[in-house]
């Protein structure tokens, strides 16, 4: 009887639980082992979305576990399997932060301890209506699991609860906890630099990489030195040893010098590899266009990186150019740690500068990444629109 489940989930909580949770620690750490030998980016996809939270989280609803010690433990599994299948050392703060959601700036591989009292509460509210139906002629206790596991949630964030149909919903419990978090994380930061890639790292479609799928014919997989170096980045951790640039520049631990380094071989790469897929999305969206039109240049003759064949807008053909720039170089780092994108959108309205004197019938959309993923808002809605041709 001690071991005893309905429907998956144990009916007492010390032996059943006990064995359920192990079993579980037992299964993850089983498929971390295996995750070593694929592509990284394949298991990062498969431990976000699948052997995580994912197979816990009807046990955390059906069943009171918070600060079940097991809980921690299957955490420090992932935190573990995330830093040995992506090559990188994932501290303390950094490990908060990849529990967090994606759009919040994290990896999406949530803490099981995190989400448990969450979880549980909703759960058991969402379902007190059809309970005190079933069991209308029973003389019921008071529950005490819920109690408890209120305490606990209360004691730990200090803030009120969520009311009325709020509480049947775990994100109304979760977002609290995130929000926690994510002080946390900002707590930490001492630096400009650091405020600037967790804005940047949170910013609209900056995140869209880690959904989507690896597919390779799609051009949509990462190798896996992309995946370590974009993790690194995102979490801030190091991804090389301090050293001399051959520009003459030092380098420190967290690698970002190369992303603006002068001499570096990518910055062309990258930007003739951003013009290029804009090219090929329009066409593919069956928007006739043409790269570097000859005859349509700017009063130092240089020339637009690409323009529409018919008209786009108002009778006006368009006419793009694109930039990247680094978002923590020096003269960008204060707009970037002041709010999401604002390195992109002082390029952008740099580039609309340069391109102010092309005919009038002629319209002009700068289009600026920034290395963290942030894209300008203009630029973003030119992409947006040939998507949804």
């Known amino acids: 009887m001690e071991e005893a489940t309905l429907l998956g989930a144990p009916i007492l909580a010390k032996k059943g639980m006990d064995t359920l949770l192990e079993k ?14 694929i592509s990284k980016h394949d298991a990062l996809l498969i431990l976000k979305s699948a052997i995580s939270a994912p197979k816990l989280i009807y046990t955390l609803r059906s069943s009171a576990c918070t600060d079940h010690p097991a809980l921690d433990s299957f955490d420090s599994l992932l935190r573990n399997g995330l830093s040995k299948i992506i090559n990188i050392q994932v501290d303390d703060i950094a490990w908060i932060q990849a ?35 079933i069991l209308r002629n029973c003389n019921l206790p008071e529950d005490l699991t819920m109690q408890a596991t209120m305490a606990i949630w209360s004691s730990k964030y200090n803030q009120p609860a969520p009311v009325e149909n709020l509480t049947q919903s775990q994100k ?10 994510k002080n946390t994380v900002t707590a930490s930061f001492t630096d400009p630099q650091n405020n600037a890639r967790i804005a940047a790292v949170s910013a609209p479609h900056a995140s869209d990489w880690l959904s989507a799928m690896p597919i390779t014919a799609c051009g949509l997989r990462l190798d896996d030195e992309a995946i370590r170096i974009a993790v690194a980045l995102r979490l801030g951790v190091p991804i090389c040893e301090p050293h001399l640039c051959h520009c003459g520049s030092q380098v420190n631990a967290m690698g970002t010098h190369g992303l603006s380094c002068k001499k570096g071989t990518g910055r062309m790469s990258r930007h003739q590899l951003i013009n290029d897929i804009t090219f090929r999305a329009a066409t593919k969206a069956g928007v006739p266009v043409i790269k570097e039109p000859a005859g349509l240049s700017r009063t130092d003759g240089k020339r637009p990186d690409g323009v529409t064949l018919f ?54 959309c700068p289009i600026a990444f920034e290395t963290m993923g942030p894209i ?8 947006s629109a040939i998507g949804a041709a």
């Open 24 to 37: 579980r620690c037992s299964e993850l750490q089983r498929a971390l082992d295996r995750l070593e030998f």
């Open 99 to 133: 529990s967090l959601p994606v759009r919040d700036g994290g990896l999406g591989i949530r803490s099981v301890a995190s989400l448990a009292p969450s979880a549980f509460l909703a759960s058991a509210a969402a379902t007190l209506g059809l309970q005190t139906a």
């Open 172 to 181: 109304s419990w979760d977002i609290i906890s995130i929000q926690a978090d």
């Open 311 to 364: 008209p786009w807008r108002e009778g006006r053909s368009l006419a793009w150019d694109v930039t990247v720039i680094d978002t923590f170089a020096a003269s960008y780092l204060t707009a970037s740690a002041d709010h999401a994108g604002g390195a992109a959108e002082i390029a952008a309205k740099r580039k609309t500068i340069k391109y102010s004197s092309l005919p009038t019938n002629y319209e002009f």
């Open 376 to 383: 300008n808002e203009e630029g973003c809605d030119f992409i």
